[in-house]
């Protein structure tokens, strides 16, 4: 099946610097990543995902790549700030009639002020 | 639009007692539904899946069961409670992204 790694596990950065989160995946059949955000006590939401054809998505401050031929995706977030603090975790997906979500180990993002 | 619900919010339970948690979503027809469990400061385990009534998949086994009884509910339930089982249950239902429900809080004591 597929295994999805996560890194780093946690992460610390000054507030406005820039945040990057890689995962790889492997299975070549994988074509759905979405990316979640977790905050203390609250469920997963969703953030940003991305389909295997296409190799760049941005939504205001965060942005995910695709790298189908080596089989990573990574979680990039600028000016970051303390309210992005939070855990966050990526899944790869095989599509079809059904979906089950395979999820990276998740990293703690900590913004400092 | 579609929405999650679970019920309860939080639950405390003696060992050896028995457990049902209620998910129902809203807004979607036929979804696909998801039960994962959540240690404290871990990640999501999967424990069950569903592609329709009466349709019900385990990854993991143990001493929980799922059932889905109509379209839009799925139900975790054990008869026997261990302390291992105290986590965060969140329940999930998809078509090509996965929304997650607001989970319950389970300890087991």
């Known amino acids: 099946g597929e295994n999805v790694e996560q890194h780093p596990s946690t992460l610390s950065v000054q507030e406005g610097d820039s945040a990057v989160i890689k995962c790889t995946y492997s299975d070549s059949a994988s074509n759905y990543f979405p990316w979640y955000k977790q905050e203390l006590g609250k469920r997963p939401q969703l953030i940003i995902d991305i389909r295997s054809n296409v190799g760049e998505k941005k939504d205001q401050r965060i942005a995910v790549t695709l790298n189908k031929t080596a089989k990573h995706f990574s979680l990039h977030i600028t000016e970051t700030q303390p309210e992005d603090s939070a855990v966050y975790f990526c899944a790869a997906s095989i599509g079809g009639n059904f979906n089950k979500f395979y999820f990276g180990s998740g990293t703690k993002l900590n913004v400092k002020p | 639009s579609q929405t999650i619900h679970q019920w309860p919010a939080t639950l405390v339970q003696p060992v050896g007692s028995p457990l049902s948690l209620e998910c129902t979503v809203e807004?979607?027809?036929?979804?696909?539904l998801y039960w994962y469990r959540q240690a404290a400061g871990r990640g999501l385990q999967l424990l069950f899946y569903s592609v329709g009534i009466g349709q019900i998949s385990s990854e993991v086994p143990q001493n929980l069961s799922a059932s889905r009884p109509q379209d839009r509910q799925f139900i975790l339930s054990s008869k026997k409670l261990l302390l291992s089982d105290s986590g965060f249950y969140l329940c999930?239902?998809?078509?090509?992204?996965?929304?997650f429900g607001p989970g319950t809080r389970l300890l087991v004591l």
């Open positions: 807004g979607t027809s036929n979804p696909n």
């Open positions: 999930a239902w998809s078509s090509v992204a996965q929304y």
